[in-house]
């Protein structure tokens, strides 16, 4: 496994004309492994076990270069960019209490709407938010401990 990322990212150096640099390969290969979301925070902590003397800031660019070049992705409007490994069709669930994303498989049929096909559109994502399962039972639970008459709305 370890060597088919190599592998992988060395082909993609070539073909977009980058360095493989092993920082770049690090950040990469972090990624792959990884498929909670991580913001460049925690990319940076665990790339650093690695390559000690990486940077954050080197970790942030070298993201943003991965993500455009569709590498990765970026998701924005969240508390801070995450990034994503899964660079294919596909939707994530944001719990609005946690902030822990998941993804999900593209709903068949999805498309963009026949009134925006003129635009130059170059991302199209499905996010729904919510409660994870996790929070959604701490709610739940949090609401039934309520004295009866207390008002329980939020």
Known sequence: ???????????????IG???TPQRLA???FLQQNHTHPNVDTVWNAVRRR?????RESVYRILNELSQHGMIGRIEHIDHARYDC????HGHFICKN????????????????PEL??????????RLVGLCPKCASAHKQDSSEK?????TES
């Open 147 to 151: 004295p009866a008459g207390e008002n």
């Open 98 to 113: 946690c902030c822990e994303i998941s993804d999900f498989d593209w709903p068949d049929g999805a498309q963009i709407p």
């Open 117 to 126: 096909l003129a635009r130059q559109v170059q991302h199209m994502e499905i």
């Open 27 to 29: 950040v990469y290969a």
């Open 1 to 15: 496994m370890k060597n088919d990322v190599q592998n992988q990212f060395r082909e993609l150096c070539k073909n």
């Open 18 to 20: 980058w360095k493989c």
């Open 86 to 89: 899964r660079v294919g069709a």
């Open 51 to 55: 390559q000690p003397t990486i940077s």
